[in-house]
């Protein structure tokens, strides 16, 4: 079985400032992808990035890049230039594929919950 | 917006009852996850649906149930309410290719009293 481990269930960030939130993974699947929700107060799931493990290149969308070391099995998430309204949960993700039947799902990290200081 | 739509909101009920959440996948999505967050659980899927067809099950109770319509709207059913019951409920949906990105719902907040 698979498995993702968030071990910061709390961060604090000053505004402006850079932060990183872990992420380890756990799979014997040679192909498989990494994603990061944000899920702030309001409840709605947010996707912010993807990472495939065949990707040389470290993903970025705007402020967040995943610093993926598969060596390691990490994909951490990096979000620069924090903003208050970066104040969240944030949940690691891997995609899970069946061998019956080809379906697949996303299964997630218990998360962490970030806080921006002004 | 992420284009899934899911009702009601929220919902409160007692225990022992029975209610329906809808979810409206994204236009042209085939794939429904259902998944619940409770605190203590965190996220955990339910089950999926791909073109009206139980694709995947997970940590589903028997007294939940599902299904896929052929307009692909989905229905997840729960009776038999209990207090452990009460989390969020979320819908998603992923296009046919892609990453394997999932679009997520605004969610159904149930609250079993």
């Known amino acids: 079985a698979q498995k993702i481990t968030q071990t910061q269930p709390g961060m604090f960030v000053q505004e402006k400032e850079a932060v990183t939130l872990d992420c380890t993974y756990d799979?014997?699947?040679?192909?498989?992808?990494l994603f990061w929700y944000k899920q702030p107060s309001s409840g709605e799931m947010i996707f912010l990035i993807y990472q495939g493990s065949y990707d040389e290149q470290n993903a970025t969308e705007g402020r967040y890049s995943l610093n993926f070391q598969k060596a390691r099995k990490s994909a951490n998430l990096v979000i620069s230039a924090s903003q208050l309204g970066d104040s969240a949960m944030y949940f690691c993700a891997m995609r899970e594929r069946s061998l019956q039947g080809g379906s697949e799902k996303l299964v997630f990290g218990k998360g962490t919950k970030l806080t921006v200081n002004p | 917006d992420s284009g899934v739509t899911q009702t009601p909101k929220h919902l409160i009920t007692a225990t022992g009852q029975r209610v329906t959440l809808r979810c409206s996948p994204r236009?042209?999505?085939?794939?429904v996850y259902w998944y619940q967050q409770s605190l203590d659980q965190g996220l955990q899927f339910l089950i999926q649906y791909y073109n009206g067809e139980e694709r995947a099950k997970g940590n589903i109770l028997e007294r939940f149930s599902a299904q896929q319509f052929p307009d692909l709207h989905s229905e997840l059913n729960l009776s038999s309410l209990e207090l452990g019951d009460s989390a969020l409920y979320f819908c998603?949906?992923?296009?046919?290719?892609?990453?394997?990105?999932?679009?997520f719902g605004e969610g159904s907040r149930l609250t079993v009293l």
């Open positions: 799979t014997s699947d040679q192909s498989y992808g």
């Open positions: 236009s042209g999505d085939l794939s």
């Open positions: 998603a949906s992923k296009e046919r290719v892609n990453t394997g990105e999932l679009f």
